[in-house]
Antibody
Framework: QVQLVESGGGLVKPGGSLRLSCAAS????????MSWIRQAPGKGLEWVSY????????YYADSVKGRFTISRDNAKNSLYLQMNSLRAEDTAVYYC???????????WGQGTLVTVSS | QSALTQPASVSGSPGQSITISCTGT?????????VSWYQQHPGKAPKLMIY???KRPSGVSNRFSGSKSGNTASLTISGLQAEDEADYYC??????????FGGGTKLTVL
């Protein structure tokens, strides 16, 4: 069965860095577009970043552009999010999600919590 | 991209039908038949309920249906059940492989 498992979250100080990972299994990872989506505590969902199946096309939300970098390793069935210059407003649960078609995410991981605080 | 507009809350009694609206613009909801809906229970990951406007993934009850008119998409839940109580989010394609989410609607089953 399809599984997405995020890791790498934790407590980090403002201005710090963190790298999130998402391990995929149960499907041909290299066939699918993937995204990171986050949810601040008690708030709604916010799309963060997208990467095409080959990794050749990448997009970011304006709120993270220039600070976050998405990447993937199809040989390792893994998705990554490098987060630099973290701010308090980046505090959220970060989900990786498989994209079935444009703006349709059919499988989500359990999420990993990132807390940015001094 | 601005978030899509959803009502903060809706409620209904068991067995009734409710509709949640999701209003966007001519740049997102109005331009594409690519609206999806997600159900999220507390502490859980979102679950895809409707995609591409009106399609249901395998395993999702046919009590859930989606539609669109102009810049507004809608999710209708018929035969409301206690387990339908959750937060619901809409999402629309907004071009250049970027999606935009709604602010979410809390459904209460009375």
């Amino acid at each position: 069965q399809v599984q997405l498992v995020e890791s790498g979250g934790g407590l980090v100080k403002p201005g710090g860095s963190l790298r999130l990972s998402c391990a995929a299994s149960g499907f041909t990872f290299s066939d699918y577009y993937m995204s990171w989506i986050r949810q601040a505590p008690g708030k709604g969902l916010e799309w963060v970043s997208y990467i095409s199946s080959s990794g050749s096309t990448i997009y970011y939300a304006d709120s993270v552009k220039g600070r976050f970098t998405i990447s993937r390793d199809n040989a390792k069935n893994s998705l990554y999010l490098q987060m630099n210059s973290l701010r308090a407003e980046d505090t959220a649960v970060y989900y990786c999600a498989r994209e079935r078609s444009h703006a349709s995410f059919d499988y989500w991981g359990q999420g990993t919590l990132v807390t940015v605080s001094s | 991209q601005s978030a899509l507009t959803q009502p903060a809350s809706v409620s209904g009694s068991p067995g009734q039908s409710i509709t949640i609206s999701c209003t966007g613009t001519s740049s997102d909801v109005g331009s594409y038949n690519l609206v999806s809906w997600y159900q999220q229970h507390p502490g859980k990951a979102p679950k895809l309920m409707i995609y591409e406007g009106s399609k249901r993934p395998s395993g999702v009850s046919n009590r859930f249906s989606g539609s669109k008119s102009g810049n507004t998409a809608s999710l209708t839940i018929s035969g409301l059940q206690a387990e339908d109580e959750a937060d619901y989010y809409c999402c629309s394609y907004a071009g250049s492989s970027t999606p935009v989410f709604g602010g979410g609607t809390k459904l209460t089953v009375l």
